[in-house]
């Protein structure tokens, strides 16, 4: 079992920068590729970034790549998303979700666990 916990949502200007952090507990986070994913008013939810349990591999959506980066602290069981150069596009619900075993899953279905996810509105 992994329970996740997303913060660091909030609202900010278009330009501007945030950062998101998921805190998970349980015993199989460092073996988890931990994903970011987001919900935009009336669209599905949609893969934002991963993160991979080994060495560290990501891999990005179109949309934010170059503009967002995925970390993670396996001492802290934490990953976290620093957002940049943000657009009104981006506005969403952005979720933290686990795969154990996993390497960079993009599907929804590839993870086993979700947080609640935290509210992010670039406002122009």
């Known amino acids: 079992q992994v329970q996740l916990g997303e913060s660091g949502g909030g609202l900010v200007q278009a330009g501007g920068s945030l950062r998101l952090s998921c805190a998970a507990a349980?015993?199989?986070?460092?073996?988890?590729?931990m994903g970011w994913f987001r919900r935009a008013p009336g669209k599905e939810r949609e893969f934002v970034a991963v993160?991979?349990?080994?060495?560290?591999?990501?891999y990005y959506a179109d949309s934010v790549k170059g503009r967002f980066t995925i970390s993670r602290d396996d001492a802290k069981n934490t990953v976290a998303l620093q957002m940049g150069s943000l657009k009104p596009e981006d506005t969403a619900v952005y979720y933290c979700?686990?795969?154990?075993?996993?390497?960079?899953?993009?599907?929804?279905?590839?993870?086993?666990?979700w947080g609640q996810g935290t509210q992010v509105t670039v406002a122009s």
């Open positions: 349980g015993r199989t986070f460092s073996t988890s590729a």
């Open positions: 993160i991979s349990w080994i060495a560290g591999r990501t």
């Open positions: 979700a686990a795969d154990p075993g996993g390497l960079t899953p993009t599907e929804e279905w590839e993870y086993d666990y």
